[in-house]
Structure formats: C-alpha cells, structure tokens
C-alpha cells in the first residue's frame, strides 16, 4: 500500500481566490492523479500528474484552471484558482505505482467556496 | 450511455446478511477492476484488485468478474454495521501510451446501510 497525506484536509475559501492542495507519498511512485468529487457523487479524474512535465487534463479540465506541480516521484499539487461556489468538492490524489497495480487515495480535501 | 454503470441502490440490509454489488460496463479494453469502500468524509478505500474474469476471495468480501458479460459484482457475507459506507465499482485500461494510461474510471457507487 502507499501512505497519502493530503493537506488542508478541508478549507472555507472566498469566491475569486485559489487554493493550493498538496499531496505527500510515502514513497515513491510512477503515477500520480488528482481526482474531484462532487457532493453526492462519484470521482471524476482532473488530470494526471506527471514528473517533470505538463500535466495531462482530461476533457472538461484546463491548466488555467486547476494547474498542477510534480517536481519529483512523491510529491504533487493542485491549485484550484479563481473559484466559485461550483468549485465545492472533496478533491483527492491518487497513487499507483505503475500500470497494473492498485489505486490508493488520500483522504480528500473538503472545499466549500462561498 | 457512460462507460460505467452500477447498481445506484441505495441498499438496506439486515445484519448477517449476503449483499451482492453490481457494475457493468461497456469498454472491453477495461482489464483492471477495483471496489472501494467509502465512508463518510473519507477517501476511498481499496477492498478488492483484481484482474481479469473469475472469482477474488478475502475475508467475507468476494471480487467476481465476468469479462464476456462485462459484469462485475463485490458479494459481502455475514454483513455488519461497520461495513455501512458507500461502495464504488472502479476499473482501468492500460493501454501505455495512451489517453487511459492508468486512470481509473469509476461506477456511481452505491450506499449501503447495515442495520442491526
């Protein structure tokens, strides 16, 4: 398994601000993504994070919007910026250490936007 | 028509007894199929990883996969109230290389209540 330490685990923020969400591994992994899941739903992914490089978003999801940091095999993050109250989800990170192997997440960052 | 397909539920259930979850799908490059237990104001947790069709055991939880049906189910004996939580059916292709790499596309999921 991977040990995820995700922080803040929950944050009130004004609308027009942006948070930074940061994810710590344990150790170190191939494949980092950052999931959102919206009250009373399922997880959709944002984008994968990947080391060294851009982050590759899925449909829907754009860098301005929600850039993502992978400086090295441990450690990532997301900003969500410019919010708005439809920016209220837990957001998640996601680990696995290469193709093939399991998923293990974090604990979610609750975040209201008011 | 999504990818992904589960049992919205939710399920009440008596304590001990058999609860059967169930996701279709329709992507048949999908090889890699997870549940994950969910508790309230927690993140996801892995149950069961398995891969390819037939059956996974641990513990009380069993992993069942049908891949020509495109069928998965998670069976839970001898339920208890501590296994009340939200049920997520999740999978993967991993075809290197390419858009899906590695990413986990998920059921719905599906709220269960044990009650004594």
């Known amino acids: 398994s991977a040990v995820i330490s995700q922080k803040p685990s929950r944050d009130i923020c004004q609308r027009g601000t942006s948070l930074t969400i940061q994810c710590q591994v344990d150790?170190?992994?191939?494949?980092m993504f950052w999931y959102r899941q919206q009250p009373g739903q399922s997880l959709t992914l944002i984008a994968t994070?990947?080391?060294?490089?851009?982050?590759?978003?899925e449909s829907g999801f754009v860098i301005d919007k929600f850039p993502i940091s992978r400086p090295n095999l441990t450690f990532s993050t997301l900003t969500v910026s410019n919010m708005s109250p439809e920016d209220s989800s837990i957001y998640l990170c996601?680990?696995?250490?290469?193709?093939?192997?399991?998923?293990?997440f974090g604990q979610g960052t609750r975040l209201t936007v008011v | 028509q999504k990818e992904v397909e589960q049992d919205p539920g939710p399920l009440s259930v008596p304590e001990g007894a058999i609860v059967s979850l169930n996701c279709t799908y329709s992507?048949?490059?999908?090889?890699?199929f997870m549940w994950y237990r969910q508790y309230s104001r927690k993140g996801p947790e892995l149950l069961m990883y398995?891969?390819?069709?037939g059956n996974k055991e641990d513990g009380r939880f069993t992993a069942q996969v049908d891949k020509s049906s495109k069928y998965i189910s998670l069976f839970i004996r001898d339920s208890q109230p501590s296994d009340s939580a939200t049920y997520l059916c999740?999978?993967?292709?991993?075809?290197?290389?390419?858009?899906?790499?590695?990413?986990?596309?998920f059921g719905q999921g599906t709220i269960l209540t044990v009650h004594p």
């Open positions: 150790s170190q992994v191939t494949m």
């Open positions: 994070a990947n080391q060294g490089s851009e982050a590759t978003y």
């Open positions: 999740a999978m993967s292709a991993e075809n290197a290389g390419g858009t899906s790499y590695g990413k986990l596309t």
């Open positions: 398995t891969y390819s069709s």
């Open positions: 996601s680990v696995r250490r290469g193709p093939g192997t399991e998923a293990f």
């Open positions: 992507n048949s490059a999908f090889q890699y």
